[in-house]
């Protein structure tokens, strides 16, 4: 079983900047991959952002790319979502979410069945 805490969320203006953070615990082995999700009142989770723990390549929504990287620490079981020139339209709860499932692609996870485990989530809230 593996544990998911979020925490970074909050209020921020348009244009400003947040970064999020999950930290997992409880499984002695890597996931294949962990992902950022986010749903906003009234609409179905979208995929946001995802990185392979083994190599770290990275996929990103088309909404997102070049505004949001997604890292992450080894050492300390977290991965982050560094969000920039943060819009209005980015409020959502954010969730993070690991996947104990190998795909040749990181295209694969881009959907939530693909994952495991979630977190309870963290909301942004971005003003315009």
């Known amino acids: 079983q593996v544990q998911l805490v979020e925490s970074g969320g909050g209020l921020v203006q348009a244009g400003g900047s947040l970064r999020l953070a999950c930290v997992a615990s409880g499984r002695t082995s890597s996931p294949y991959a962990v992902g950022w999700f986010r749903q906003a009142p009234g609409k179905q989770r979208e995929f946001v952002a995802v990185?392979?723990?083994?190599?770290?390549?990275?996929y990103y929504a088309g909404s997102v790319e070049g505004r949001f990287t997604i890292s992450r620490d080894n050492a300390k079981n977290t991965v982050y979502l560094q969000m920039n020139s943060l819009k209005p339209e980015d409020t959502a709860v954010y969730y993070c979410a690991a996947s104990g499932k190998w795909y040749s692609g990181s295209y694969y996870y881009t959907v939530a069945g693909a994952f495991d485990y979630w977190g309870q989530g963290t909301q942004v809230t971005v003003s315009s």
């Open positions: 990185i392979r723990w083994s190599g770290g390549s990275t």
